[in-house]
């Protein structure tokens, strides 16, 4: 039997979900769905500039397995760039910080070390 997926610890969610060619009708066979996981992932890594094992210890989760997310998000990022198919983020296994918490079971969580704290893709500080 096979392990139980682990929720991964995801800082906020992403303000817009929906990204895509805006000259281009909408087709639904040209989508490509991103998870919030494999979104948490490009954010931390390419944008924050984590390592993959401070990207892991961030999510709480191993670096395979954030090496395996990476991998497969930006496969999804190139096919929509590639192909001019529309990016949608949602959906997978993860644990949003709340509000309340101060702190992220592996450390500060980067955005709340910011003073910024995202709940269901709200920025509540403004």
């Known amino acids: 039997m096979a392990r139980p997926r682990k929720c991964r610890k995801v800082c906020c969610l992403p303000k817009n979900d929906i990204y895509g060619p805006l000259n281009d009708p909408v087709n639904e066979d040209h989508f490509v769905t991103m998870t919030i996981d494999e979104y948490e992932t490009i954010r931390l890594i390419d944008l924050e500039g984590f390592t993959q094992e401070e990207c892991a210890s961030q999510m709480n989760i191993a670096r395979t397995t954030v090496q395996g997310i990476y991998n497969d998000a930006r496969r999804k990022l190139a096919d929509s760039l590639v192909n001019g198919k529309v990016l949608k983020i949602k959906g997978g296994d993860y644990k949003l910080c709340s ?28």
């Open 99 to 126: 509000n309340s918490e101060r702190f992220c079971d592996s450390g500060e969580c980067c955005i709340h070390r910011r003073g910024r704290s995202f709940i269901e893709g709200e920025d509540k500080d403004g």
